[in-house]
């Protein structure tokens, strides 16, 4: 992707964008990128936890953006991979202390000060202000979506603010593929999704319990590559990073779901 601030975002909570924004970044790093990622979800933090940096947060995005410390001494750096850096979000604080136009500085200062190559933003879920802080420094957006009615409509509506608020690269992050289900037409498939949002994909993520056991561990699971989950996300870094990796065939069946596709179509 050309991108080089990407906003990770979905419309629906819970399906997978703080997996997405840890797995993605540490990937991008192992890749050998300088990258930072950022938790705009003031609130209800949990990047640090998912990266196994919780216990090294002093500062936060609010402090520097309220300019109580520096942005140096904010980000914290992964000790695995020495080129990724967390920004972690408040935790006491409201989406309320963010501003756009704060934001967008503080990603200029970090792609030009700090001489970082990719800025990956994770959204907090909906489409309020949070969503709208995280956009608006974006270039290119991962919408995240799992195979299933509720998610595909709200990325639909995610897909439609992204082009009104011209950020203009979106592609999917297909995430908690089940192929059986699929197989027995019991789950949209790829092919569904893409039909539906008419956005191409760049990853195509299976449902993996790995992803659980690397969450508890504060291990994204694209360092390790042990995992089917991480080995998805970090070909999936590989794509963003301008490689040509083609995607496992997961399925061969059209899904039962293939005539909702008619349901979401945007004019
Ligand atoms: N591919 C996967 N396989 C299994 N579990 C997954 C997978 N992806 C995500 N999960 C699990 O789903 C849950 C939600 O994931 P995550 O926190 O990344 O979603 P989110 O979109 O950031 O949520 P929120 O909207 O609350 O910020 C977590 O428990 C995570 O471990
Ligand atoms: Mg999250």
Do not use: Y
């Not at 850096?85 to 200029?108: N, Y």
Request: overall charge negative; glycine content about 10%.
């Amino acid at each position: 992707m050309n991108g080089k601030v990407i906003v990770v975002t979905s419309g629906k909570g819970g399906v997978g964008k703080t997996t997405t924004s840890a797995n993605i970044s540490a990937g991008l790093a192992k890749l050998g990128e300088k990258v930072t990622v950022i938790d705009v979800d003031v609130g209800l933090r949990n990047l640090d936890v998912v990266m196994g940096l919780e216990g090294r947060v002093v500062f936060d995005l609010v402090d520097v953006l309220e300019g109580k410390c520096r942005i140096k001494q904010a980000l914290i750096r992964d000790k695995r991979v020495d080129s990724l850096f967390l920004l972690p979000a408040s935790q006491t604080r409201d989406k309320d202390s963010l501003s756009i136009d704060g934001m967008k500085e503080l990603v200029r200062q970090l792609l030009e000060e700090e001489g970082m190559d990719r800025v990956i933003i994770d959204s907090p879920a909906g489409i309020e202000t949070g969503f709208k802080v995280a956009a608006a420094p974006a270039t290119a957006a991962l919408v995240v979506v799992n195979p299933e009615v509720s998610s595909v409509r709200d990325a639909d509506r995610i897909i439609g603010l992204l082009e009104a608020n011209e950020v203009r690269e979106s592609r999917l992050v297909i995430n908690r593929m089940r192929p059986k289900m699929v197989a027995r037409g019991d789950m949209l498939s790829v092919d569904d999704v893409i039909e539906i949002l008419a956005v191409k994909p760049i990853g195509i993520i299976p449902e993996d319990e790995g992803i659980l056991i690397s969450t508890n561990i504060g291990e994204p699971a694209s360092l390790s590559g042990a995992t089917k989950a991480g080995i998805a996300f970090f070909d999936t870094a590989r794509r963003i990073h301008g490689e040509d990796v083609p995607f496992p065939k997961l399925e061969d069946k059209d899904g039962f779901f293939a005539s909702l596709g008619k349901l979401f179509r945007r004019g």
